[in-house]
């Protein structure tokens, strides 16, 4: 975060009505009821002002980028190479149909690239603003915290959501562009129409972006643990390839369905006829726990935190 988007944060945030008057006298609850909807425009002010700082970062841009690059540069390898009818997964059908290069960018950027992005994003939240000095001042009220926290966390459901549909939108032109496209043979043998195939494509995006919110929350915790965003981006990566190794060793199985990460693939069934909800479900609720535990430790420590 550079001083200039320092600038930026502190003069987005606007105070509420009134703010540093001495209250008049005689002034109750009347005076609670007028101020609630200056509480309330504070409120919208901040989540404003969280997503214009992280999408306005130079990296965030830079991030979004690349992702983007992702479908591009799988699809001029497979037009360039040619069809492969030995290939296989989802790779093996792109050179027959230019959707299925949404599924296989998607696929392939779930194992590194987008949590990789994620871990930036929400290593640098809280450690960002307080390498700086800018967290000592939003924390000052202690009414606001829980706030910026919520601002914090809102502006990483946003990211996570965007970072996934850039590389839907991305493969979606480039597959258009460089293959045919037509309807869609889903793993259970059935064809399902063009604009179904859309929707199924969506729905994938929809579900990976949900399951990126469990490294989010524990991004999040970690960024409230210290004032260096390298080491938050750091620790918040290393705790993900950590849960990557337990993940692979068979001889954990018995915790694996407690793992981040065991069901991220799940994400495949929905190119099923019909669409095998059980996996997303539970893994959609997993995520739903990661996030739930480690957004409610960062809470207690942002709130517990010594400003002095």
């Known amino acids: 975060m550079s001083p200039s988007e320092t600038t930026g944060r502190t003069a987005d945030v606007p105070a509420g009505p009134g703010a540093g008057a001495p209250a008049a006298p005689g002034t109750g609850t009347g005076t609670v009821a007028r101020q609630e909807p200056g509480a309330g425009r504070h409120t919208l002010a901040l989540f404003v002002s969280e997503l214009r700082l992280v999408f306005g970062r130079a990296r965030t841009q830079v991030g979004l980028g690349v992702l983007a690059a992702v479908p591009l540069v799988i699809g001029i390898a497979i037009k360039i190479a040619g069809s492969d009818p ?5 790779i093996g059908q792109v050179a027959g149909n230019g959707l299925f290069l949404i599924v296989a960018s998607l696929g392939l950027s779930l194992p590194f690239f987008l949590p990789t992005a994620v871990t930036v994003i929400s290593g640098e939240s809280l450690a960002g603003e307080a390498s700086l000095g800018t967290l000592r001042n939003l924390l000052t009220a202690p009414a606001g915290r829980s706030r910026l926290l919520a601002a914090k966390m809102v502006a990483l459901v946003v990211f996570c959501f965007a970072a996934t549909m850039t ?19 889903l793993l259970s043998g ?3 129409s063009l604009g179904e195939g859309l929707l199924r494509a969506l729905g994938i995006a929809v579900v990976i972006s949900l399951s990126l919110l469990g490294l989010a929350g524990i991004g999040l915790f970690i960024s409230s643990l210290t004032s260096t965003p390298l080491a938050a981006m750091a620790a918040t990566f290393g705790t ?3 849960l990557g190794i337990l993940t692979a060793i068979p001889q954990l199985h018995a915790i694996h369905p407690w793992l981040l990460m065991f069901r991220w693939q799940s994400f495949a069934d929905l190119l099923r006829d019909p669409p095998y ?5 539970r893994n959609l609720l997993l995520q739903g726990g990661y996030l739930a535990v480690f957004y409610a430790a960062a809470w207690a420590r942002i709130t517990s935190r010594d400003i002095t």
Request: net charge negative; aromatic share 18%.
């Open 190 to 192: 059935s064809t399902v």
């Open 240 to 242: 993900f390839i950590v």
């Open 86 to 90: 030995g290939a296989e997964g989802f």
């Open 167 to 185: 590389i839907w939108i991305s493969g979606l032109i480039v597959g258009f562009v460089l293959f045919p496209v037509g309807d869609v043979l």
């Open 277 to 281: 909800w059980h996996e997303i479900g």
